[in-house]
């Protein structure tokens, strides 16, 4: 008997390094990580750790991973906007979108709006372009830019990132410069191309 428990013993022994591994592992999953809930409480540099395109427009939902390894979930709301009629038959002004913190879509428990143009707003686009920078330096990709700014949907832009060996966090890059621009254009901040 006191063998059988002296092997349990050292089996554990044997294993213990991998039971510590996968507890570092786990601890750096946007699941076990730190959640933060706002823009301030994160440690930049920042980076995007994954990336969602929703089937409601075009919402984009992700991850920031801050360099302390804390998580916010952000997205840029993309959802289709019906156009409504005055009685003259005029369409109504369409209200600007929300890029979003809290959750990876406006739809989901969390979400909260930032102010339009508002200070987290512009926070949050500043730490996306940093990250942008980062990964896809805009004097190196000038020309993968402008030829990603004319794909009109998601095959046209994986080919074009499969053309140019460019990685899927370069793509993630890509989508979210994308949305930046649409949304100083919407917001009169940028000129319509």
């Known amino acids: 008997m006191a063998a059988a428990a002296e092997a349990n013993v050292i089996f554990l022994g044997d294993h213990m390094w991998r039971i510590v591994l996968l507890s570092v592992l786990l601890a750096k999953t946007p699941c076990f990580a730190d959640t933060l809930g706002s823009l301030e409480e994160l440690e930049c540099p920042c980076r995007v750790m994954g990336l969602d395109m929703f089937l409601d427009g075009g919402t984009l939902g992700g991850v920031l991973e801050d360099a302390e390894g804390s998580i916010l979930k952000f997205c840029l709301d993309g959802r289709m906007i019906i156009v409504e009629y005055d009685s003259e038959g005029k ?6 979108t929300h890029y979003f913190i809290g959750a990876d879509h406006p739809g989901r428990e969390g979400a909260r709006p ?51 060996n460019l990685s899927e966090e370069q ?23």
Do not use: H
């Open 91 to 96: 369409p109504l002004p369409i209200p600007p």
């Open 114 to 164: 930032l102010d339009v143009d508002g200070e987290e707003e512009r926070l949050l686009t500043r730490i996306l372009r940093e990250w942008i920078e980062s990964v896809l330096p805009a004097k190196k990709y000038e020309e993968v830019f402008r030829k990603f700014d004319s794909c009109t949907n998601a095959e046209q832009q994986e080919r074009l990132c499969l053309n140019n």
């Open 171 to 193: 793509l993630r890059a890509l989508r979210i410069n994308k949305m930046i621009l649409n949304r100083e254009v919407e917001l009169g901040i940028r000129p319509k191309n």
